[in-house]
């Protein structure tokens, strides 16, 4: 039975670096003053202590999970019957794990007297698969949107397909905020936010590189920094195939003095920069939120795949040649409004940074409202064994889980952990897996379609 005391208990799955980020944070926005119980799930993609740490957001307790062992934990803590079980579960995962875990949640929840809210969401700008994701979140009891536009556009799928909308709740990025910019730095710095799969090919991320190498050259006063998410072997939200890492070290005549690659937190990075400049990287949309000139690449041209036609209409498309030249885009501050960045209030069409923390109440509403019901009816997302007989019993098998969402056999007969010298192989073997994974994404697998290529 869930807590009813002071200080609310959340769970939160995260499946990445970025999803953990806002899974944390997001729980700390709509319940202030809680115990937070991180849970990682384990996978290609699970962060490491390095990524955890640059990503800052803390939990009183965290390890990493099988599915089916959190909703093992899930159905336990829910059948304490002591009123200090779960009062959320945010589960920050990629779209077919929140179906895996919605179905896996209402089999291991469906004869408790009362269950925790479910909350899910996106870490950033929806730019593709939105029917997708939407339909394959669609069971939690809240959904949240990082922006007004998503919140329409969300609203718009459910209604779409006869499911349910009003688990859509309007709200913002959890990790916009830092100090608001005030001006130029010495050295005046442009920041490149790379990203791990945009652009995809090698010629497009070596020309990406290459022209910031050039800015750096030819404004030897500026510091030029190529912000990275990962380090070569580590995997984030997405895979990364061409690292800038490796990229860089065939750049002609190296990287000069003042262009570097640089790791660390976003936010601290931020709190030096000039000019940020990116693709379509959700930093983007941190930088706005401080008041940072800010410049959406047009080099590629705007196309879906690259995720900047989200940026259409926001002041922020640019091309290196424009920065070369001096050019510092001007955002457009009713885009801004409607993206949920510096969200505003009222009648007037400025967004401003001060309403930001307003952006939450509705969800904040809403979640206490559904924690303090006597009871909350079962989950139950759009997709069944009835409306998705062909697809969703696979995404629940990848997961471990029948087509009714319990375990399937032999899923839990292992014990989740071990001591001793069994552990240490078994993370030993799990590691070298890991390895073995990630050097075929990174080195065979483009090799492979080269060759298909000839």
Known sequence: MPSRTSTPRVAVLADSDTRWKWGALTAYRIQPGIRLDGYLLRGRATPTVRQLDEVGARADSLREIRGVDFLGDMERDARTGDGSGYDVVVLACVGGAVQAMLHGLAHAWRDTPRRP??????VGVVYEKLADGLLLRHGADVVLANSRHDADRFREVYRGVGADDHSVVECALPFLGG????????????????????????????????????HARRHPDREVLIKLRSKPGEHTTHIEELPYQKLATKVPGQLPGN???????MGEVLDRTDLMVTVSSTAALE???RGIPTAVLTDLGIREALGNHSFLGSGCLASWDELDAGHRPEPDQGWLARQGVAPKQGTSSEARPEDYERAFDAARARVTELRTADRLPPLTPYYTPRTAPGYLPGILARHGLDPHGEPLAGHQDAPEETGGLRRIVRETVREAARGAYRHGVQRVAPAIRRWGQL
Do not use: I, K, M, W
């Open 117 to 122: 809210v479910v909350v899910t969401g996106y």
């Open 179 to 214: 100090a608001p910019y005030t001006g130029e730095h010495d050295p005046y710095t442009v920041v490149f936010a790379a990203q791990p799969s945009v652009p995809e090919s090698r010629a497009d991320r070596s020309y990406l590189l290459r022209r910031a190498v050039e």
């Open 259 to 265: 262009c570097r690659l640089v790791y660390g937190n």
């Open 287 to 289: 930088s706005l939120h």
